[in-house]
């Protein structure tokens, strides 16, 4: 390990084997389902929760991993050699992992660790933590870390549809009323990242209209600068991704490759099966 440990949690949304080749440690957001708890993408998946909450009729709830789990992550990034540690995390205008994560800090002290609010999430707090780890690796400070990851930040957008309403009625984001007539009207809200939250942008009707207003957007974020990154998640709808690649390739100058992964539970279950969004980040 090198003497710079980057540790962020599972909602980053970066693929495990990714994280790794990295030297990315993820600290689980829990997922739990009434009295039963499981650790957000190593023990649990989109692919085992949404047929239980279509089963159920009910979302499970998300909880921050508790400042215990991520000392047991400090704790062993120093027992492996790191001599100081950089922890990123989602947004704490979205959850309460920012805070543990100081709490689990304030345990070692004199030890040097870093806890830093990504004010951002999914793969935008992912591609900062890797931003951070690729500092570390080249034996560069946590100062530089920072600041790297804060660059990758300023030049980050991100732009999904959501496919229903029908999960955001289940957590009371909206009443059960206004989801059904948005379903009649086949209402396809935007979302996108501002001010550290992930928030409406604006409604569109149909499937077809939202993912080419979606593109549009991205037209328009990236305003003609190269992106240098990008990546596009989905809620159990690999297929529907691929094809929402398609329509940002015929649109706009993209990397050959480009990143495909899933929002993990502990952000999809908020969104719902179905959604499909890009993350990109632009040249400076």
């Known amino acids: 390990m090198s003497r710079l440990a980057i540790i962020t949690d599972t909602d ?3 693929p495990l084997d990714l994280a790794q080749k990295h030297g990315v440690v993820q600290v ?9 708890s499981f650790k957000d993408v190593y023990e649990i998946n989109n692919e085992i929760v949404f047929p239980r909450i279509d089963r159920e009729g009910k979302l499970p709830t998300t909880a921050a991993p508790a400042p215990g789990q991520f000392a047991e992550a400090f704790r062993a990034a120093f027992d492996s050699g790191a001599q100081e540690i950089l922890c990123l995390n989602i947004s704490s205008e979205m959850s309460a992992t920012y805070a543990s994560a100081r709490q689990a800090a304030e345990m070692f002290p004199g030890r040097r660790i870093e806890v830093m609010d990504s004010r951002s999430l999914a793969l935008g707090q992912g591609w900062m933590a890797l931003a951070a780890a690729e500092v570390a690796a080249r034996g560069g400070s946590i100062e530089e870390a920072i600041a790297a990851a804060e660059d990758i930040r300023s030049r980050t957008y991100l732009f999904g549809a959501l496919a229903t309403l029908k999960y955001i009625a289940m957590s009371g984001r909206v009443s059960h009323l206004a989801a059904g007539m948005a379903g009649l009207l086949d209402i396809k809200p935007i979302l996108s990242l501002q001010n550290g939250k992930l928030s409406l942008l604006e409604k569109i009707r149909t499937q077809s209209k939202a993912w080419a207003r979606a593109v549009e957007l991205t037209v328009e974020a990236a305003a003609g600068r190269r992106i240098e990154k990008m990546a596009i998640l ?10 929402f690649e398609a329509q940002l390739r015929a649109a706009l100058p993209c990397p050959a490759d480009i990143l495909h992964a899933d929002m993990n539970p502990g952000l999809s279950c908020h969104t719902g099966a179905g959604m499909v969004a890009v993350v990109f980040v632009v040249e400076k």
Request: proline share 5%.
């Open 234 to 243: 989905n809620v159990n709808c690999r297929e529907a991704a691929k094809q």
């Open 28 to 36: 689980p957001i829990i997922i739990q389902f009434g009295e039963e």
């Open 12 to 14: 980053s949304s970066l």
